[in-house]
């Protein structure tokens, strides 16, 4: 069954979040840390001042309820999902899934310029947001493409697309290998490509400099990724404890993965986190780190990739193409790990345009 939903934060929580932000016990910093220790204090006492009493949840709420928000329960979870139907009835659909530490609020500024073409799903991933937490172990990104096919079948869609970036493109490629007669296309703006000596392809200079950044992450795994992965309920209690904690888990993805000439307002990325907070997600959602493995099923369908400058990684399409059907290649130049919320029009455009050529 899928039922109507509506976000209506109670206002305990609100005032909640308010108290602990205004009782916050912040530690000490030495003298010209920068950003040597991590996130300065400087600036998190900022964001969390404006989040105690410039920021204002109810506001974005309002708009946020003027989309379309749906839920169902898929193997025993709750799925939240926002649904906008194209004007053209015949349309193709498409499934955009967010990442890590993002949210379906990523697609914000792609819905009405996608929604032209496309008919547009835009899910909350099983233990993020208004999904609510998981209960259970197993959700790791195929598990979740299944649930996505699913949904998709309940919604009388029998042939659509997918895009997502992060851990939504690990999930739209899981979609595409396990409902290949449905899937008539991926579209992804995160693909990290792994060194391969026996791949025997004679790359250029650019492609061997990705590579040779992809080597220092396997070399040096981020302390954020290492904690998630391999403990995410002990990191999961300070989170879900410390709302400023929760601030500075997410800031620093924020502040280290996009590009400094399209950055995200603060406004944003607090909605961002406050939805992290007010639906106590943190473990749940770390917890995808965890039960996701490193490797699977290659994906057969028709691929579009858009490479950003300033993501964590940039593709390298040779290596790409010896395991994917590549179709589409977009390289920008602007534009970090959170695309989507940083060049939206460049990425609902590469959107649009693989799909509509994919299904010509």
Excluded at 106 to 132: A, K, N, Q
Excluded at 149 to 167: K, P, T, V
Aim: net charge negative; hydrophobic share 40%.
């Amino acid at each position: 069954m899928i039922k109507p939903f509506r976000i209506d934060i109670p206002q305990a929580d609100l005032d909640d979040l308010a108290g602990r932000l205004s009782r916050t016990r912040w530690p000490n910093e030495v003298a010209d840390a920068g950003w040597d220790y991590g996130f300065p204090l400087t600036r998190l006492r900022e964001l969390a001042e404006y989040w105690r009493t410039g920021y204002d949840w109810r506001a974005h709420e309002a708009r946020l309820n003027e989309l379309p928000h749906l839920t169902t329960e898929i193997e025993g979870q709750r799925v939240h999902f926002v649904h906008v139907r194209s004007a053209n009835p015949d349309a193709l659909a498409l499934v955009l899934t967010h990442g890590w530490p993002g949210s379906f609020l990523e697609f914000l500024d792609m819905i009405e310029p996608l929604s032209r073409d496309f008919h547009l799903v835009v899910p909350s991933i099983p233990g993020y947001g208004f999904s609510g937490p998981t209960h259970e172990r197993g959700w790791d990104v195929v598990r979740i493409a299944r649930a996505w096919a699913e949904l998709m079948r309940r919604l009388g869609y029998e042939r659509y697309g997918a895009h997502g970036g992060d851990f939504g493109a690990g999930i739209s490629m899981a979609l595409g290998a396990v409902a290949p007669e449905q899937v008539v296309g991926v579209h992804v703006n995160y693909l990290p490509t792994r060194p391969d000596p026996d791949a025997g392809i004679a790359l250029s200079a650019t492609d061997e400099a990705r590579l040779d950044k992809v080597r220092r992450l396997m070399a040096n795994r981020p302390p954020y990724q290492a904690l998630q992965a391999l403990t995410p309920q002990t990191i999961g209690y300070a989170l879900t404890d410390s709302p400023v904690g929760q601030l500075a888990w997410i800031a620093e993805r924020f502040a280290q993965w996009t590009d400094p000439r399209s950055p995200i307002s603060d406004d944003r990325m607090l909605t961002d986190v406050s939805l992290y907070w007010l639906t106590a997600t943190a473990a749940s959602s770390a917890r995808l780190h965890r039960d996701t493995p490193r490797r699977s099923e290659p994906c057969a369908v028709p691929l579009g990739v858009a490479v950003f400058p300033h993501d964590i990684t940039q593709s390298v399409r040779p290596l790409a193409e010896r395991r994917y059907d590549v179709r589409h290649w977009s390289e920008f130049d602007r534009g970090g790990h959170f695309a989507a919320m940083e060049v939206p029009e460049l990425l609902a455009e590469d959107v649009r345009e693989f799909f509509l050529d994919v299904t010509r």
